[in-house]
């Protein structure tokens, strides 16, 4: 953290510690129903004390006063709605948000608006991005000989997603299925409201360069998934691909690459009822204790904030069938067509829209898509089901990958579900709708481009005539030309922090585009070098996220050098063919 970063912070908290106390707090609100109480819903009141009353909190948000509750017909009426959450047997969610909802819409915030930036200089030299390509995979493995893994991050943003307002609030009380998970979103909103209209929000929401938000280290939060186990695994391939890894180097990767592999089709591996009743075997998104290697302490406070159910996903199931194709992995699970579990998933207009049971993006067209998360074998689906666009681009690139394998063209219900998912992809570019981060369920429009690169790579990969049978009427071309226009004339237009410029690098990697576009990206990451201190070359950034109960950030430092060096290997690999063209 630099100076000017700790004296900024040290300036938000004296205001925040300071500040004249102008209506009654969170605190005032729900001390006299949460603090002390037995009976009723015995989770809300653990929760409270756990994530909203604990002393450093309580220090920030104790000055932080609403003055439209000194009304005290509002004050009862937040304080009912509190009480019945607590008590109802049944609650009444829709009744129960409303004093919440709003509350929450008197709030204002925004997603970054990046500056235009001032460019100038020449593009790095070829020594210098190879050198970095190198401090980025001896970052990966170095961290995957000290853990046994390699680690990923957590961090919660407690003033909430800008996308998150009274109506996104009520539909994911309605809509999500845990009542723990429910509590969670209803109190974390609470808080939103409090902390987002003081002088706290300074010190929880200090303002950022570029758009991928930095992630906060002290509330970081260490784990391990398959999904994550996924891209590190492409990452380390793109190390050894470069041929700047030394051979000790080259020999670690592939170990690591095996073992990752195994962690994403054995260890994360679980069993699922297709909707035909067979039985099909999917990645879950968080194995069971201890292969997360979570704390022993947050363990404990992970399941008292009502994240005890973890159920596999799509996504995670789709990149960790890619990473082990990519892989050479011979495993019989990737002999299963995912795309007959997949079309049980996928929205029909009119006929299973409601499936997406948390359509917080439902300005978009949802038909053909497939939503994110999977019913195990009890039923289980705690945080209800949403679609998301990004997730889609991830089971059109592992469909690709494995065209032959599945026999894709020769199954027509397999090529169809297919086509609709390219429909659902080429309509949301159509609208401009992928540019707008409210469209995005947890990811941001930049990482959709990056990710719609890596798909279009794999699409390209195909015979010509396998091809034209899956895109009859030029959809990729047309996402491909809205994509690369997006990154070219807003992304890296404007300021970027280093993990934007690497994603802007995978887009226009895998894209084809001019080599002279890469400068911006390339000068942003290698200027920034060093940037992460003793935690690695770059600091850690919002790789994904959740919306709700809260924002919650993913990312890390070695998620950082990931990107980066996929970025810096595909940007090398076309100055390289430009010069040899040339």
């Known amino acids: 953290m630099s100076f000017q970063h700790f004296a900024g912070a040290a300036g938000a908290a004296y205001r925040a510690l300071t500040a004249s106390k102008e209506g009654p707090s969170l605190y005032d609100v729900c001390d006299p129903l949460l603090l002390h109480h037995r009976g009723g819903d015995p989770h809300l009141a653990k929760f409270y004390r756990t994530a909203l009353g604990n002393p450093a909190l309580r220090a920030i948000l104790r000055r932080a006063g609403l003055p439209e509750l000194a009304d005290r017909a509002r004050l009862q009426s937040l304080r009912d709605a509190v009480r019945r959450a607590r008590d109802d047997h049944a609650p ?3 009744t129960i ?4 909802a709003d509350l929450l819409d008197t709030i204002a915030l925004d997603h970054p608006k990046p500056e235009a930036a001032v460019r100038g200089g020449p593009a790095p030299s070829p020594a210098k991005i190879e050198s970095a390509i190198r401090i980025c995979g001896a970052h990966l493995l170095r961290s995957y000989a000290r853990c046994g893994f390699i ?9 909430g997603d800008a996308d998150v307002r009274g109506r996104e609030l009520l539909m994911a009380l309605r809509g999500l299925n845990s009542r723990g998970y429910k509590n969670s979103t209803l109190l974390f909103n609470l808080a939103r409201v409090f902390i987002a209209r003081s002088q706290a929000a300074a010190l929880i929401n200090p303002p950022w360069r570029g758009i991928a938000e930095p992630m906060w280290e002290p509330m970081q939060i260490r784990h391990r998934s398959a999904y994550y186990d996924a891209f590190f695994t492409e990452a380390l391939l793109s190390f050894i691909e470069t041929g700047l890894a030394s051979s000790d180097e ?13 962690f994403c089709l054995k260890t994360s591996r679980e069993e699922v009822r297709a909707h035909d009743g067979s039985t099909v075997s999917v990645v879950t998104a968080l194995a069971p204790l201890p292969h997360p290697r979570f704390s022993r302490f947050f363990a404990q406070i992970k399941q008292d904030l009502g994240f005890g159910v973890y159920v596999p996903d799509c996504d995670t199931t789709a990149c960790a069938f890619s990473a082990a194709t990519q892989a050479g992995s011979t495993d019989p699970i990737l002999d299963q067509p995912l795309l007959d579990f997949y079309a049980g998933y996928q929205v029909r207009e009119g006929d299973n829209e409601p499936r997406v049971t948390v359509p917080l993006n439902d300005h978009i067209d949802y038909e053909g898509g497939v939503a994110t998360w999977i019913d195990n074998l009890k039923g289980e689906r705690p945080f209800g089901n949403d679609l998301d666009p990004t997730l889609n681009l991830d089971i059109l690139e592992v469909s690709f990958r494995n065209l032959s394998r599945w026999k894709i063209l020769e199954t027509p219900q397999r090529l169809e579900t297919l086509r609709r998912i390219i429909g659902f992809q080429k309509r949301l570019t159509e609208s401009g709708a992928f540019t707008n981060p409210r469209s995005h369920i947890y990811y941001l429009p930049e990482l959709y481009c990056a990710y719609f690169g890596r798909c279009y790579a794999a699409f390209m990969a195909l015979p010509a005539a396998a091809q034209r049978v899956i895109d009859t009427d ?3 071309d047309f996402i491909r030309s809205r994509v690369l226009a997006y990154v070219e004339s807003e992304l890296i237009a404007g300021e970027m922090n280093v993990f934007d410029a690497a994603l802007a690098l995978i887009a226009l990697g895998h894209l084809g585009a001019d080599p002279a576009c890469f400068t911006p990206a390339l000068v942003c990451i290698l200027s920034h070098l060093g940037e992460g201190g003793r935690h690695g070359p770059f600091k850690a950034y919002e790789w994904n996220k959740m919306k709700t109960p809260t924002r919650i950030l993913v990312g890390g430092p070695e998620v950082t050098s990931a990107f980066v060096l996929m970025g810096l290997a595909l940007a090398r690999k076309a100055m390289t063919r430009a010069v040899g063209g040339a």
């Open 97 to 100: 948000g409303q004093p919440i």
């Open 474 to 476: 030029g959809a990729f």
């Open 250 to 262: 080259a020999g670690a990767a592939r170990t690591a690459i095996s073992e990752m592999i195994d």
């Open 151 to 159: 680690p990923t991050y957590a961090a919660f943003n407690l003033i």
């Open 92 to 94: 009444d969610w829709e």
